[in-house]
């Protein structure tokens, strides 16, 4: 079967996923016994279940607080059942097809694979289900850990009534109370208008992670950090690609020079093509399409009209503390009411969802505190990887030139490094940017191998206001892969790296 897919620009739209079924399953003796307070069911419901959601709860229970989440049937939400885990198990089963599979790259090494190439196979079922139980296992240790810590959970989507500190069983009707409640309905696919999703010809990340099929020829609608990941997998396990960019650029969010690297590594030494900034060009008769168009909160139907609560393209507004506001422009605070993860749209990432769900809680018990997302790092996991932390280039040197300083870069290179070259992955480069007038790192992007890891070092030092004068006299181990940082870093004082 082929699809007759046309090259079309794409705007946004709010869509909402299907409430769950509803029962309360009661795990410790703290169920629905008066809070601190003695006034209400518990000190804290958290409407959600995601990365963000259990971060929260877990952290109230540290705090001694009474704890209820209504998780639907989803503890874990998105990034556990639907996205950054069981992505992360078909790129490390793909990945290894396409090492497998490289000729070249293993006769450097001495290694020779009997048959060829052509004799390296895989079994999709096999691939498919490595993701799926690697879901459920880590599903598993989360819903484990929330009944091992006594917070109840709620199989229901919960619901504001409008009056203050109530939640409601969406399906039940039964309404619980809390002092504070904290949204956390995290994100779903955002689908075009025009575009009609069946999951299995033409699906979501939701329908690709399932790996129903391997297509011949699959259209990426969308080149972000999703896209970017699934072609890596179809073509590790013999797709061709073609992505279609309403945008100018491919890989728009990206810093644009980590984005010509990427393009070279990952584009045009593979069966990709792609297609930007089109209209109506041309119809492209593909196997498959798979729409990478970015997400969108999952805040229809919560009761945030009857609580006061308006919403803009879906999202809530907040304040630097997670409270909720009334509206995005001019809006007061809804006392005793927090919104974390996607559903505020600071950071689409699980473990900012998580940061701020810590940071609520903070805020709940009276400790003022603030989350500071430039120095939240993130990564898309491709082969090579690519991380980042703090604005791109182009955003830096526009604050530079609003707040009145002088924006520094600094390079660190793969090539020269002996880790990356003893692995036969010399390809990338590490980009420091920082305040020349106060040494500040900025931000710092990485293109390489296990650049996700190497990031770490880097979002600490943002957030711990780290200068590159600090940065380049601290020790890193040789030979390893951070030294590519080492170099960046000493770069950046007029340093030597060996």
């Known amino acids: 079967m082929r699809l007759l897919l046309a090259s079309t620009v794409l705007s946004a739209a709010i869509a909402f996923a299907p409430q769950q079924a509803s029962r309360l399953r009661s795990t410790a003796t703290s169920s629905l016994e008066a809070s ?3 006034t209400y069911d ?6 959600g279940c995601g990365v963000g959601g259990h971060g929260a709860a877990l952290h109230s229970r540290s705090q001694s607080l009474t704890t209820a989440v209504f998780s639907g049937n989803d503890v874990g939400g998105t990034c556990v059942n639907r996205g950054c885990v069981p992505s992360k198990a078909l790129l490390a089963a793909s990945g290894r097809v396409r090492e497998m599979q490289n000729e070249g790259h293993l006769s450097e090494f001495g290694i020779t694979v009997e048959g060829g190439k052509e004799s390296i196979k895989y079994d999709r079922e096999g691939v498919a289900g490595h993701a799926r139980q690697l879901a459920e296992r880590v599903k598993g240790n989360l819903e484990g850990s929330l009944v091992a810590l006594g917070v109840d959970i709620v199989e229901g989507r919960g619901v504001l009534t409008g009056v203050g500190h109530e939640v409601k069983d969406g399906t039940s009707g039964k309404v619980y109370t809390a002092k504070d409640i904290i949204l956390a309905p995290g994100s779903i696919p955002f689908v075009p208008p025009g575009v009609t999703v069946d999951e299995k010809t033409v699906y979501t990340s939701d ?5 129903q099929s391997v297509p011949e020829w699959v259209a990426i609608i969308g080149s972000g950090y999703i896209g970017l990941e699934f072609s890596d997998v179809y073509t590790a396990l013999g797709s061709e690609v073609t992505f279609i960019e309403a945008l100018p650029n491919i890989m728009p969010t990206f810093d644009r020079e980590i984005a010509k690297q990427a393009e070279r590594l990952l584009i045009r030494d593979r069966a990709i093509d792609y297609r930007t900034g089109v209209e109506h060009v041309e119809t492209l008769e593909v196997d498959a399409a798979m729409v990478a168009t970015g997400r969108v909160p999952n805040t229809k139907d919560m009761g945030l009209e009857e609580a006061g609560i308006e919403t803009q393209r879906g999202f809530i507004a907040v304040n630097e503390k997670m409270q909720v506001l009334t509206k995005h422009e001019d809006g007061e605070v809804v006392p005793n009411v927090w919104c974390i993860g996607d559903a505020n749209g600071k950071m689409m990432l699980a473990h900012a969802a998580s940061a701020q769900g810590i940071s609520a809680i903070e805020n709940i018990c009276g400790r003022d505190h603030a989350v500071n997302h430039d120095a939240i790092p993130a990564a898309c996991f491709t082969h090579p990887e690519i991380a980042m932390v703090g604005p791109t280039e182009e955003q830096a040197i526009e604050r530079a030139e609003k707040e009145g300083w ?5 390079q660190g290179s793969f090539r020269a490094n002996s880790k990356a070259l003893a692995e036969l992955e010399g390809n990338g480069i590490a980009k420091v940017l920082y305040n020349k007038e106060t040494g500040k790192v900025v931000a710092v992007h990485i293109i390489g191998i296990h ?16 200068t590159v004068q600090e940065l380049s006299m601290m020790v890193h181990t040789h030979p390893t892969l951070c030294e590519v940082l080492d170099e960046a870093f000493k770069g950046a004082v007029g340093m030597s790296a060996h």
């Open 36 to 38: 601190k307070c003695g």
């Open 42 to 47: 518990y000190d804290v419901i958290i409407i």
């Open 406 to 410: 002088t924006l520094g870069k600094s």
């Open 451 to 466: 650049a996700a890891d190497l990031i770490q070092e880097c979002a600490n030092a943002v957030a711990a206001g780290t």
């Open 207 to 211: 329908g690709a992670l399932k790996l």
